[in-house]
């Protein structure tokens, strides 16, 4: 029958001689076909540059490509807001938000953001340190020692000290005569300190970070190559001229040959990225108390340690080999409980509030999971070398297909399945095997090789692993006393359609912290809702914040 001599032609469609058949048969089965396939794409899809799509649970750049992926198949989550009873425009009102829900902005619900993030650079102003910096490694895990560099040897490091440690970070706003008006922006694995790169929605006059009210802080992560101390950095002891000759042959450098820390950068934890941010804070911007610290994904772990560290008026889960680490060297005491406020004549905690987005108490073994087979990924190229990488020849293939875990871990199955379908980019070529043109695999390719072009493998690596570290009862006792001591009010925001940090993880957090509440973000978009969804965050964020004034 012709309508099964169909299906088969559209494969064989090369070899007409094999299967036996006339040429004006061949055409009238693959317009047949044709129709059929037209048939099966169930969902409504639209075209749209592949620049505009959203690219991880941190935005990465969309810099203008030579590469030739100019259009892919993209499709509404309409049908998904549709088959669960959640319009459009709904967004669930909070107890200080006007019963007039806001209109969403149907642009974003199409499954794919404008293409608003600038370039990811390392802009803005530098934090450094005063003193050498006491990582939580340099007192707390054994196979660390306390040493100090030989002055012989230029380039060698003493293990859990960063000297100097430096932070990048940005401000907007006004700070207010009581140094008080602050909120902290805590950003996402391979953000930066750009606010307006990746949360541009939310900032601005009369918006959730409101630049007329608040004196708004974004700092880049300790281990990021956006402007802070990371592996990317100039290697301690040594000069950006320093020649092979004054060194040893094996230490990491850059393309301009410089000397730099590479894989040799110490282990970092959230908690050591939090504290020098505190610490930025107080001794830098001499802030008196931050109003609100506000953060999505890694930027919610971050979130959740300014609650544990500076979320009470006592220390949380004090003991001796944590509460001060004091170094030969001078360094900075690690003290979970420096950080209290007086403000009107009592002392309060010196974060006042806190609004972690899609994140958990402590990174679970599926997270960690993940974040390991991403860096098996870079392990396995070649050019990995024990992270003793030649950095004009970098692993690029393993980072980039690291970033395509990443990739298909921040959104969901039926997000994809409504972007891309089993379109192909190419009608004419196989329909399935290894060279089967598959539109979701050529998108998955282009986010991997532009990822190559803002980060490189050794702090990705690094930065997977801090993030691993999250955990906030680590050393402070079980995590429902942890979170139980934290006493400030606390907006957890969760994303209903997120397999990477599930909704049941947001519901523990608001469930042990006394006084939190659960906000409910609705998205198709899995993990990236937090990004995607700045309309429904904002209108939470405000309404938060507007009622704790």
């Known amino acids: 029958m012709c309508e099964t001599t169909t299906i088969n032609a559209s494969k064989y469609r090369h070899i007409p001689t094999m299967i036996g058949m006339n040429q ?30 959203p690219t991880s649970s941190v935005p990465s750049i969309c810099t203008s490509t030579e590469r030739t992926y ?20 709904q967004v669930p009102v909070t107890a200080a938000t006007p019963t007039k829900q806001p209109v969403r902005q149907q642009s974003k619900d199409a499954g794919s953001m404008d293409d608003e993030y600038g370039t990811m650079e390392a802009s803005g102003k530098i934090y450094t340190h005063p003193t050498p910096y006491q990582l939580e ?21 003493q293990r859990g000290i960063l000297n100097p440690a430096f932070l990048n970070y940005n401000t907007y706003g006004t700070l207010n005569p009581a140094r008080d008006n602050v909120i902290v922006i805590c950003h996402a694995l391979t953000g930066n300190a750009s606010l307006e790169a990746w949360w541009g929605e939310l900032l601005g006059s009369g918006k959730a970070f409101d630049t007329d009210r608040y004196f708004i802080v974004c700092a880049n992560i300790l281990g990021s190559c956006y402007g802070s101390c990371g592996p990317s950095s100039l290697r301690p002891g040594c000069d950006e001229n320093d020649g092979t000759e004054n060194l040893t042959s094996n230490i990491p450098r850059d393309k301009s040959n410089r000397p730099i820390y590479g894989i040799d950068f110490p282990d970092v934890s959230v908690r050591d990225t939090v504290r020098l941010q505190l610490l930025m804070l107080k001794n830098e911007l001499k802030i008196n108390s931050i109003k609100c610290v506000i953060g999505g994904s890694f930027g919610g772990m971050q979130v959740m340690e300014y609650c544990a560290m500076a979320g009470a008026t006592r220390p949380i889960g004090e003991r001796a080999d944590m509460m001060v680490v004091q170094s030969d060297m001078g360094g900075t005491p690690f003290s979970l409980g420096e950080f209290v406020s007086k403000r009107n004549g009592r002392i309060e905690p010196f974060v006042r509030s806190a609004v972690p987005i899609a994140c958990g108490a402590a990174h679970t073994a599926w997270q960690i999971a993940i974040s390991e087979t991403q860096r098996q990924a870079i392990y396995a190229d070649p050019k990995w070398n024990n992270g003793r990488i030649d950095a004009n020849a970098p692993p690029n293939n393993g980072l980039s297909v690291a970033r395509q875990i990443g990739m298909v871990s921040y959104r969901t199955p039926l997000g994809y399945q409504k972007k891309f379908g089993r379109a192909l980019t190419d009608e004419s ?6 060279h089967a043109p598959w539109q979701v695999k050529s998108y998955l390719e282009y986010q991997g090789r532009k990822f190559l072009d803002r980060f490189d493998p050794v702090t990705y690596v690094k930065l997977t692993e801090q993030m691993d570290s999250h955990d906030v009862s680590r050393g402070r006792g079980s995590m429902e006393q942890v979170l139980s001591q934290i006493e400030i009010p606390v907006c957890v925001l969760g994303i209903d359609s997120d397999v990477l ?12 912290m006394p006084n939190a509440e659960l906000k409910i973000i609705h998205s198709g978009a899995g993990h990236d809702g937090f990004l995607l969804e700045q309309d429904q965050v904002a209108a939470h964020i405000k309404s938060f914040l507007y009622s704790h004034e």
């Open 70 to 89: 100019s259009t892919i198949i993209t499709s509404s989550f309409s049908s998904y807001h549709s088959a669960n009873n959640k319009p459009l425009n």
């Open 137 to 157: 490694s340099f007192g707390m895990f054994g196979h660390y020692t306390t040493t100090k560099p030989n002055s012989n040897t230029p380039g060698k490091l």
């Open 24 to 53: 004006a048969r061949i055409d009238r089965c693959r317009r047949t076909s044709s129709s059929l396939s037209d048939k099966v794409q169930s969902a409504p899809f639209t075209t749209a540059k592949i620049d505009n799509m």
């Open 429 to 434: 070529g196989p329909s399935y095997g290894r």
């Open 501 to 512: 940090y599930p909704l049941h993880e947001q519901e523990e957090l608001a469930r042990l």
